[in-house]
């Protein structure tokens, strides 16, 4: 089974502009979770999607928004980028939701976006 | 709302010594624990997670961890460090009843060989 993709890998932008960050769960998975990572805040929590509906939010300006699509796939999406925007976006699926599930999540190999 | 402590943000051991990563939780319902491990550049990995039944947990590249309900710990071990090994460590909890999954803030292992 193919794992969580993230496309792109690597980004580069400028202030102002916004971005949107794309995730492929593993087949099967409803719900996706989407992470900010930075060496000063650690990782931390933005939004949860579950069949197409926003579950549970992290504490993150509304600049920061998603969706998730009736296939599983989500995306973020930044307005207005700021310099500490900078960090890997991690996206994780999980089978929650699924009778058996224990709610561990799958995690993508992360989008590194730069903000100059 | 569950929560996670990590004690200690960078741990350093020899090649060949205990390693010992320490995890305190919070949580209002018996909760699902879970030991992750990150390398540079890359995502998180799951290396053991503990929902019921044994409270010893083995894990990939020989870790493991032991759910103490009495201490509200799951600290991760490994009997022998390996240069491999070092990495970033993320403790997490979460509540069988949803997909509340809270992460610690991080232990960086460093192996000194």
């Known amino acids: 089974k193919a794992g969580v993709t993230q496309t792109p890998r690597y980004l580069i932008k400028t202030r102002g502009q916004q971005v949107t960050l794309s995730c492929s769960p593993i087949?099967?998975?409803?719900?996706v979770s989407w992470y900010q990572q930075t060496p000063g805040q650690g990782l931390q929590f933005l939004f949860e999607?579950?069949?197409?509906?926003?579950?549970n939010k992290g504490n993150f300006p509304g600049r920061f928004s998603g969706r998730q699509f009736s296939n599983s796939r989500s995306e973020m999406n930044v307005s207005t980028l700021e310099l500490g925007d900078s960090a890997l976006y991690l996206c994780?699926?999980?089978?929650?939701?699924?009778?058996?599930?224990?709610?561990?999540?799958?995690f993508g190999p992360g989008t590194r976006l730069t903000v100059l | 709302a569950q929560s996670v402590t990590q004690l200690g943000s960078h741990v350093s051991v020899s090649e060949g010594a205990l390693v010992l990563l320490r995890c305190n939780y919070s949580?209002?319902?018996?909760?699902?624990l879970f030991w992750y491990v990150q390398y540079p550049n890359q995502g998180l990995q799951l290396l053991l997670k503990?929902?019921?039944?044994?409270?010893l947990v083995k894990g990939i590249n020989g870790f493991e961890a032991e759910f103490k309900k009495s201490e509200t710990s799951f600290h991760l071990t490994k009997p022998s460090a390996h240069m491999s090994d070092a990495a970033e460590y993320f403790c997490?909890?979460?509540?069988?009843?949803?997909?509340?999954?809270?992460f610690g803030a991080g232990t960086r292992l460093t192996v000194k060989p």
């Open positions: 994780a699926s999980s089978l929650q939701g699924t009778s058996g599930s224990t709610n561990e999540q799958f």
């Open positions: 087949s099967g998975h409803r719900s």
């Open positions: 999607y579950f069949s197409e509906t926003q579950r």
């Open positions: 949580s209002s319902v018996p909760p699902y």
């Open positions: 503990y929902t019921t039944g044994a409270t």
């Open positions: 997490a909890v979460s509540d069988p009843n949803n997909n509340d999954m809270r």
